[in-house]
């Protein structure tokens, strides 16, 4: 059974920080590009950080310079280390792994940035 389980998000102020993880398994983590999404209340998702099995990253322009995307292929888990939060950073982040044309993804967690 494939599942990709997200955990970390919560309440932090703004200019804090959170580390997201997501624990994948039913599926071979390695070769899957792993991606997270965020949707904010009345927006689109939109896709925030990739990664790729060999490692290749790229970021959404909104978050280059704060946010850190690594994987440990080891442990079949994908982070997100998120740094210098602003309030336009809250939302639901979800994990996805994409290979081919399968795509999975994660149920998401809360990430609220306020004081």
């Known amino acids: 059974q494939v599942q990709l389980v997200e955990s970390g998000g919560g309440l932090v102020q703004p200019g804090g920080s959170l580390r997201l993880s997501c624990v994948a398994s039913g599926f071979t983590f390695g070769i899957y590009v792993m991606n997270w999404y965020r949707q904010a209340v009345g927006k689109e998702r939109e896709l925030v950080a990739t990664i790729t099995g060999g490692g290749s990253i790229n970021y959404a322009d909104a978050v280059k310079g704060r946010f850190i995307i690594s994987r440990d292929n080891a442990k079949d888990t994908v982070y997100l280390q998120m740094n210098s939060l602003t309030p336009e950073d809250t939302a639901v982040y979800y994990c996805?792994?994409?290979?081919?044309?399968?795509?999975?993804w994660g149920q998401g967690t809360q990430v609220t940035v306020s004081s």
């Open positions: 996805n792994g994409r290979y081919s044309t399968r795509a999975y």
